[in-house]
């Protein structure tokens, strides 16, 4: 077998606590023959000495760069473009870049600037075309939480959300819900909220309903709807009566609109809060229009205006930095199965069809921004 050497870097995207690779599956790599490097890092769920002692070398945060040019370097979110420099090595990560994101040529074109690959995270799939790993469950499952909480707050005060900072332990986080729901239901003669999620069918929604049930809401409660209620094309009165809507669609297309603003104006509404776990803020066929600005976990909601009694949304794009340490664990082990295939990734599918869809990305950028810069003295190349 081919050596392998993987470097996991250091998230820099605040309140990011996920990590690619959890300790227990660097121990399972290296176990197989891999290298692997781990960047330090003062924000990541996992202690840097977990990693250590699972065989991994610990190298400086931020170093990646400098790090041979043969080395992978693997992460989760896209990478810092304060300093675009062009990107010399094969990267593991989500870029954002294939469904005409905003700053998605840019962001390409680093990669083409440097010689270097990018294999997206998303669109890593088994030959079936099912992705080989996901962290939907936990982002449906985190997303419904904070609506919830949402949900009850509301009850109580006329301003926002407070933040919230990510649980060390997805208990932590069903106790709160579990609590704050009980406490909602009294101040609201004894009524829990209806929950409508399209998407019900996928992970996501999975991971959304089982945040309800475990918040004690129930099954007569939850509407499940998927692409056989969505058919006829929205709006939908459903959404307006239910009192909190979980959007978890995987959109890869243009569509109907759930529901817009306008909409919900004409006639009673119940709904409160909006989560769209989905989460394409910047995507013109967004089927919830008015969800157009990301939310973050220290201001989790947007207040809609002119709204009485009020809406507000959430549309935060790493909701399973919220429960980091369980959410790490299951997507690396989901992606275990991959990386040991990387030793032949010239040859398997899982990679070659990913690298495919990179190629043919960069094909569709400006010829500026494919051309290759010339490299500097440290191996990095300068625009």
Not at 34 to 56: H, K, M, T
Not at 181 to 195: E, F, I, T
Not at 219 to 235: Q, Y
Not at 366 to 382: F, H
């Amino acid at each position: 077998m081919a050596s392998v050497t993987l470097t996991l870097r250091s998230e820099t995207k605040p309140l990011e606590h996920r990590s690619a690779l959890s300790p227990s599956v660097v121990r399972k790599l290296v176990g197989k023959g891999f290298r692997v490097n781990v960047e330090r890092s003062p924000e990541r769920i996992f202690d840097d000495g977990e990693f250590a002692e699972a065989g991994a070398m610990l190298v400086e945060e931020g170093s990646w760069p400098n790090a041979p040019a043969d080395h992978i370097i693997l992460g989760l979110k896209e990478l810092e473009e304060k300093d675009p420099f062009p990107l010399k090595h094969e990267h593991v990560q989500f870029s954002h870049s294939y469904k005409d994101q905003e700053g998605w040529q840019d962001r390409l074109g680093r990669f083409a600037q440097g010689g270097g690959t990018l294999f997206d995270l998303e669109y890593l799939a088994d030959e079936k075309g099912r992705r080989v790993a996901a962290f939907g469950y936990h982002a449906g499952y985190a997303g419904t939480a904070l609506a919830l909480l949402d949900w009850v707050w509301k009850l109580e005060s006329k301003l926002p959300l407070p933040g919230r900072s990510p649980y060390r332990f997805k208990s932590e986080l069903d106790k709160e819900v579990k609590e704050e729901v009980s406490k909602g239901a009294r101040k609201n003669d004894g009524r829990l909220p209806r929950v409508l999620v399209i998407g019900a069918l996928g992970r996501c929604g999975k991971g959304s309903l089982d945040m309800c049930r475990e918040a004690g809401i129930p099954e007569e409660n939850l509407m499940k709807w998927d692409m056989a209620e969505t058919a006829k094309g929205g709006p939908f009165e459903a959404i307006r009566e239910a009192d909190i809507f979980i959007n978890c669609i995987y959109l890869d297309k243009e569509i109907p609109k759930f529901i817009t603003t306008d909409f919900l104006k004409q006639g009673k509404r119940n709904l409160s809060v909006v989560c769209d776990v989905s989460c394409d803020t910047t995507n013109e066929k967004n089927p919830i229009p008015f969800c157009d600005t990301p939310t973050y976990f220290d201001k989790p909601t947007i207040t809609l205006p002119e709204f009485s009694p009020p809406l507000s949304y959430i549309t935060i794009d790493h909701l399973p930095s919220l429960i980091p340490r369980e959410a790490s664990e299951a997507f690396s082990e989901d992606l275990l199965p991959s990386l040991l295939q990387l030793p032949e990734r010239d040859t398997a599918p899982v990679w070659v069809g990913a690298k495919d869809l990179f190629n043919k990305k960069v094909a569709e950028l400006p010829e500026a921004l494919r051309q290759k810069a010339a490299p500097t003295m440290n191996g990095e190349s300068k625009a």
